[in-house]
């Protein structure tokens, strides 16, 4: 089995890494957390649809590219590393969510909107308080939704929002129109990613699939975010490695003290082992392996591991400059917090890959 990205995928993430280099990034982040600033940086996704990144994963039938996971986790793992105020992420959730549990109707209604960029999806799984993305308070009866989905990632650019409903057979995906719910906005630690609260009172909604599909969806879902995190904690990486080559304290660069090498190696050594995880997860993912529920387990919890580890790092290593608002610590501290509460909690997903362990060691026991 071949634990690599085919030369097509890697190409498109050098050019996503080239693009959102110049256009996206620490300064952009900075301008975007302004006050009075749009929910997102409208002529950048405009360029991201011209060039395709939306259509990635629409199946040719539906006007898309036809793309596999493995362009869209290049794609994520681009928008990680730079900051990017597009909802870009919360597209390829959506989409991966209509390819795995939406009909043949639902896909022919919306993945053509989705790909031409006419329409921006995003998934809303996150309830206040809930940290279970399983046991879900959001109610299906009926055909209509009631509850409070809160935080959800750039939910004032959409047209459309998949939401994780609890229904009669279990947990499942609903399409809901924005246009029919009522939306506000909601101020989260990250400045620069913006949320909102999307209250469901009656709201119509449209099943997707069934408890089976949802569970499929978060596994590839929690590869997708994986690949973003491995993003933002490299890139955090990056930035602390280059101030330890030239921040100079007693006469020499810090980078020269054990202690701080030590960190920076730590940095290197958990955002490899992420990766590693996140290889094997997509591998899962895109050949129908057996272990898909629990690589995609061990990839959420290696990546988040990873990018907590990073971003409080990053602030540690910059000394007293990093705990300011004018330096760049605080982007990666504030999304490392955004993403640990996205498709629940760290603990739900470590709880997951022990109970997948254990099963695999009692079958071959």
């Known amino acids: 089995m071949n634990f690599d990205f085919s030369d097509d995928a890697k190409a498109l993430g050098e050019q996503a890494q080239r693009l959102l280099a110049e256009r996206a990034g620490t300064a952009a982040a900075r301008k ?3 006050p009075g600033a749009p929910d997102h940086d409208a002529a950048l996704w405009a360029e991201i649809v ?16 036809g793309l596999s996971a493995e362009e869209a986790c290049q794609l994520a793992e681009a928008s990680g590393a730079h900051l990017a105020c597009v909802p870009l992420v919360s ?6 969510a209509l390819i795995v549990a939406g ?19 995003v ?19 009926g055909g209509k939704l009631h509850g409070v989905k809160a935080p959800v990632a750039d939910l004032g650019a959409a047209q459309l929002v998949i939401v994780a409903a609890a229904g009669e057979d279990g947990p499942g995906l609903w399409l809901v129109e924005t246009a029919n719910a009522k939306i506000e906005a909601v101020e989260t630690l990250d400045l620069v990613r913006r949320h909102g609260r999307l209250t469901l009172d009656g709201t119509p909604a449209e099943a997707m699939g069934d408890a089976h599909a949802y569970q499929a969806w978060l ?7 994986a690949y973003e995190a491995i993003g933002t904690a490299a890139s955090a990486m990056t930035m602390t490695v280059e101030y330890a080559k ?29 990766r590693a995880h996140a290889l094997h997860g997509l591998a899962m993912a895109t050949t129908g392996g057996a272990e898909l529920g629990q690589a995609a387990a061990a990839a959420r919890v290696a990546s988040l591991d990873a990018l907590a580890f990073c971003a409080e790092e990053t602030v540690q290593l910059h000394g007293g400059i990093g705990f300011t608002w004018e330096s760049d610590c605080q982007f990666y501290y504030r999304r490392n917090r955004a993403l640990v509460g996205t498709l629940g909690a760290r603990n739900w997903w470590a709880d997951r890959l022990v109970r997948a362990l254990e099963q695999r060691n009692r079958a071959a026991a």
């Open 123 to 141: 998934v809303a799984v996150n309830e206040p308080g809930s940290p279970n993305p399983v046991a879900l308070q959001v109610k299906a009866a």
């Open 91 to 96: 597209t390829l959730l959506a989409t991966e």
């Open 246 to 274: 030239t921040r100079v304290a007693f006469g020499q660069t810090i980078g020269r003290y054990q202690g701080v090498k030590h960190k920076l190696a730590d940095m290197y050594i958990k955002i490899e082992l992420a």
């Open 50 to 65: 011209n060039l395709g990144w939306t259509a990635a994963r629409v199946p040719e039938a539906h006007g898309g590219l």
């Open 103 to 121: 009909s043949e109707a639902q896909q022919a209604r919306w993945l053509p909107g989705i790909a031409d960029g006419s329409v921006t999806a």
């Open 219 to 225: 596994d590839r879902a929690a590869i997708i975010l």
């Open 32 to 34: 975007a957390m302004a």
